[in-house]
């Protein structure tokens, strides 16, 4: 791992926000405020994973259809 001065961030510019980023940030953060979760943390693995398990379903699915 690189040391932490390597990697330190100086101006906006440094800064690459992947576009699917905010989409993401503001699903969970609606899901977050519905749900009012005790355990944020908890909460917050089960809906990425969920994420995760849907989108390599869709992806499984896409590639049998182009079969």
Same mark, same amino acid.
């Given at each position: 791992m690189a040391d932490v001065r390597e990697q330190r961030i100086y101006?906006?510019?440094q800064?690459?926000?992947?576009? &699917?980023l905010p989409v993401i940030l503001k699903h969970y953060?609606? &899901?977050?405020i519905r749900n009012k979760p005790g355990d944020i943390v908890d909460f917050?693995?089960?809906?990425f994973r969920s /994420? /995760? &398990?849907k989108r390599t379903k869709e992806h499984e699915f896409s590639e049998i259809v182009k079969q």
């Open positions: 101006c906006a510019e800064i690459v926000v992947p576009p &699917e953060a609606k &899901e977050v917050s693995a089960k809906y /994420l /995760l &398990e």
